[in-house]
């Protein structure tokens, strides 16, 4: 079966902090994206990516980084935790626009 | 810009009732379109997609969708609902291009869904 892991199912970080935020795909999939999730707002995509090393701003880019410096791998950085970063966190993965799969979240709190 | 727009933030039906969700997007190219469920604390899984061909659309779990060019719609529909459909649905949109952007998934605000058993 394919798949998204996210290292971390829950979070709890201290304003100010550095925050990394793990997801592998083992799909081979070119694409990656980071969205948060926050109730009444739906998903966001914070940052996508297409190819390794490449990467594009999504809609809520401000406060958040990423890395993907092997096709399986896309972090998203956190370069200094805000109370209004609390959300879910999900990374997906897909080939093309054929499938896209979705890991089951990190719930961040940012205290 | 590609955006989604879906109707309704919450619906209440009893079991066995219709269903119909809502959802428009606004792209000034070709799309493909989805829809997505998300049950109680569990990850998203897709319900289904409209790539091209025939706009009547049929998923799992009985769910259909129809695709209508004109309207820039993608309406979610079930004929009979189960105390199990309750869940969070969203509409979600792509570029029908290939290459870089055009994978970008957008996402509407999703409705959801309470069945009274």
């Known amino acids: 079966d394919v798949k998204v892991t996210q290292s971390s199912r829950y979070l709890v970080k201290r304003t100010g902090e550095k925050v990394f935020l793990e997801c592998v795909q083992d799909?081979?999939?070119?694409?990656m994206f980071w969205y948060r999730q926050d109730p009444g707002l739906g998903l966001r995509l914070i940052y996508f990516?297409?190819?390794?090393?490449?990467?594009e701003k999504g809609d809520i880019p401000e406060g958040y980084s990423v890395s993907r410096e092997k096709k399986e791998r896309f972090s998203l950085i956190l370069e200094s935790a805000s109370t209004n970063q609390t959300s879910m966190y999900l990374c997906?993965?897909?080939?093309?626009?054929?499938?896209?799969?979705f890991g089951s979240g990190t719930r961040l709190t940012v205290v | 810009a590609q955006s989604v727009s879906q109707h309704n933030h919450h619906v209440i039906l009893s079991e066995a009732a219709s269903l119909e969700l809502g959802c428009n997007y606004s792209?000034?190219?070709?799309?493909?379109l989805f829809w997505y469920v998300q049950y109680p604390g569990q990850h998203l899984q897709l319900l289904l997609k409209?790539?091209?061909?025939?706009?009547l659309v049929k998923g799992i779990k009985g769910f259909e969708a129809e695709f209508i060019k004109s309207k820039f719609s993608f309406n979610l529909r079930k004929p009979s609902v189960q105390w199990s459909d309750t869940a969070e649905y969203f509409c979600?949109?792509?570029?029908?291009?290939?290459?870089?952007?055009?994978?970008?998934?957008?996402f509407g605000k999703g409705t959801l869904l309470t069945v009274n058993p």
């Open positions: 997906a993965s897909s080939l093309g626009s054929w499938g896209y799969t």
């Open positions: 799909m081979d999939h070119e694409n």
């Open positions: 990516s297409y190819d390794v090393k490449m990467k």
């Open positions: 792209y000034g190219g070709t799309v493909n």
């Open positions: 409209y790539f091209s061909g025939d706009p």
């Open positions: 979600a949109v792509t570029s029908a291009g290939s290459g870089g952007s055009n994978y970008k998934l957008t």
